[in-house]
């Protein structure tokens, strides 16, 4: 099979293009040589089936970044036919640079010249057939947003492919990447003969738009203003979805499923129902919430806007080791921790990333909120409730902070903080509807299977062994729970209040449920009760425990297969579990010893 | 010798050196960074943010660390 290699640098829209020529079929896939995962897709080219690989945006084939090395590593070990290289057309006099050093590679390749719009708004002029005889490679002018030339564009690459020259060994491509050119003179040479750009450049729209955007004064104002007014679109279009997909699940298990076991035995039924398919349901429950998610986020993305986030919050956030665009994540974190997770993908430098990923899962997201607002209902007055809401809120955004500057040491970021801003584009939906189930497909393939097997084993843990009730005291969850009564003894946390701890592990938003089931009784009643079993401290550190011991399964499973690292995951399971311990000890004997 | 770093908004100046590890130097290269190139700073952000810059066709965003390792001769 034929093997074709996109390449560009970032914000040419090389995903777009992507996109375009694969449509819904591209897949995530592991290559010889390199760690992370590339986007790749069948397609038909001239009577071949090709693979056609995403390479990440990179601005020098020479380079030191990560997706640089990966690039490299890519090339020197996986044979490529051809190359095509995206380049935008108004920066065509510092991006040529990548197409002359993929040339000395001696790769056959096709260059796409993108955005042709944008640089004839510009002046900028690219005689592109000139260009080619002196490049001696097609030269083609497309729009990847549109379509407009990519029939050309691949026509070109057939006659390429179907001359059917044997790929050059990887082996020798390795050698040659270690040669680096000199092709600065080759390039202002190129461009003097072939294009023409004007003195003075400016884009004035976006000018106009950045003057307001990235005021002085206003610039955050207006940022957080819209990162809240699109957190509040995701979560009030979200949740009607989600309770419609939960009662649809619900329809179809009383309807169906209940009655397809009702004859096998309790255990059985248990297993399948209260496991297999309750896990099911978990994992559904996160679809709309990351096809929404992803829908906001690729319009940010693809606007440009995420960009000047990272301007706006830089000063802040580099103290913490991180950048705006990690900011942007955190704060998608107080919605759900699952998007904001695969969210990080964004960020380009693994240290840095893996510093969001370990921040992001003490954000105080709407599941935790559930579960704050009914022990606050129960527990408090209304006069304190807000007060309490709010230090909880507080207390997530300083866990978060401790945990950034602490740890940054650890994940420190080497990448130099220099980004390019794009100008304000409007993305298609094309674009936005094929992000969005690629993250969910990303989601269903990684996540699932660990979800689920972790519902069924908190299932088992919760309902065995059989002679005694489920999430009671002689339970093995209720055994685990008095295990551990040494430790949580002195943060106030009692034997029942433990296994749904061991509940909220799965979901946080089943852990009203299960204390409904643990104490016998449901809504108001359950309220009263509660009220008389523990105190107002008891049910603070009890909150803060909930709030940072662990997210939640689905949490823990995209951490670790987007950090694809299990010792990860381990380390993010014991710092959040070891810090919700300090947290609620302090916390607890600090009241008990001033007299509460 | 003036660095990128101290160079006021609105003023434009060509690039004379850059001195960088050779990570950054191939960065800066790529983004438009060369010896002889005019530029102009557009705006800086709050508390002491990152720089934003224009070069030619591109904009770009940079912090101060980033920036003191560029030489510049200001136009007056």
Known sequence: MKRIALLGMPNTGKSTLFNRISGASARVGNWPGITVDLMSAKILIGGHIAELIDLPGIYDLHGFSEDEQVVRRFLSNNAVDLVIVLLNSSQIDRQLSLVLQIKKLNIPAVLALNMADEAKQSGITIDTESLANDLHIPVLSISAKYGDGLPKALQAATQIINQNQTATDPKVISQLLQEDHQIEHE?????????????????????KIDKVLLHKWFGLPIFFVAMFVLFQFIFTVGKPLQDGLAWALSLFRSGLLEPIFVSSPAWFSGLMLDGVYNGVATVAAFVPIIVLFFLVMSMVEDSGYLSRAAFLMDSL???????????VMMLMGFGCNVPALMGTRIMRSR?????????????????????????????????HAPLVLFTLYVMSFLTMFLTAILFQGQYKN??????????????????????????????????????????????????????????????YAGQIGALFAPILDP?????????????????????????????????????????????????????????????CLST???????????????????????????????????ARWLGY | MQLLSQLKIGQNAIITAIEADEYLFHRLSALGFRVGKPLSIIRRANFN????????????????????????????
């Open chain 1, 187 to 207: 390039m202002e040479k190129l461009i003097q003969h072939h294009v023409q750009i004007p003195t003075t450049f400016t884009d004035n729209t976006t000018d």
């Open chain 1, 317 to 327: 956030m580099a103290k913490m080791g991180l950048d705006g665009r990690g900011f």
């Open chain 1, 351 to 383: 240290p840095m990333r893996l510093l969001t990923m370990l921040v992001i899962p003490l954000s105080l997201c709407s599941a935790r909120l559930q579960v704050f607002i009914f022990i606050i209902t129960a527990l408090f007055t209304a006069k």
């Open chain 1, 414 to 475: 080497t990448e130099p903080f220099i980004l390019e801003l794009p100008p304000y584009r409007f993305p298609t939906l094309r674009q936005i509807i094929l992000r969005g189930w690629h993250e969910v497909k990303h989601f269903l393939v990684r996540a699932s299977k660990f979800i689920v097997i972790g519902v069924v084993l908190v299932w088992a843990l919760t309902n065995f062994p059989s002679n005694v009730p489920p999430a009671s005291a002689g339970t």
């Open chain 1, 491 to 551: 943060l106030g946390i009692n034997n029942q209040l433990a296994i749904a701890l061991i509940f909220g592990f799965v979901a946080k938003e089943i852990v009203v449920g299960a204390l409904a089931v643990i104490y016998g009784m449901q809504g108001d009643a359950l309220m009263v009760h509660m009220a008389t079993q523990i105190d107002w401290v008891q049910a603070m550190s009890f909150m803060l425990f909930t709030l940072i011991y662990t997210p």
């Open chain 1, 556 to 590: 823990i499973a995209t951490l670790r297969s987007e950090a694809k690292s299990s010792a990860f995951m381990w380390l993010s399971i014991a710092w959040s579990l070891g810090l919700a311990w300090v947290v609620s000890f302090v916390f607890y004997q600090g």
């Open chain 2, 49 to 76: 943010g990152p720089l934003h810059v224009r070069l030619g066709t591109t904009d770009v965003i940079l912090r101060d660390t980033e920036a003191t390792r560029i030489q510049i001769n200001a136009e007056i």
